[in-house]
Nanobody, 123 residues
Framework: QVQLVESGGGLVQAGGSLRLSCAAS????????MGWFRQAPGKEREFVAV????????YYADSVKGRFTASRDNATNTVYLQMNSLKPEDSAVYYC????????????????WGQGTQVTVSS
């Protein structure tokens, strides 16, 4: 079992930055691909980013490419999402998730999910 807890969300003005953290416990995080997702009110959950177990491979949704950066620290079992140049349309609840396969993460079919953290970007 893997338990995931996100933190770092909050209210920020457009153009600002936030860094989300996802702390994992229960099993060694380095075994998993880690993904970030978001869900805005009235919308379906959407894929944001995925990072490989070693951190060498990343993949981003087009909507965040060039603005968001995923990273991980396997020594502390923590994954990060650095979000820069935030826009109001980035407002959503952000979730981290874990799965053993990258394609499963991108498809949103992850074995483990966190509870989410709210990000609100004001215009």
């Amino acid at each position: 079992q893997v338990q995931l807890v996100e933190s770092g969300g909050g209210l920020v003005q457009a153009g600002g930055s936030l860094r989300l953290s996802c702390a994992a416990s229960g099993r060694i995080l380095s075994s998993y691909y880690m993904g970030w997702f978001r869900q805005a009110p009235g919308k379906e959950r959407e894929f944001v980013a995925v990072i490989s177990w070693g951190g060498a491979r990343t993949y981003y949704a087009d909507s965040v490419k060039g603005r968001f950066t995923a990273s991980r620290d396997n020594a502390t079992n923590t994954v990060y999402l650095q979000m820069n140049s935030l826009k109001p349309e980035d407002s959503a609840v952000y979730y981290c998730a874990a799965d053993g396969q990258m394609r499963a993460v991108i498809a949103g079919r992850c074995d483990y999910w966190g509870q989410g953290t709210q990000v609100t970007v004001s215009s």
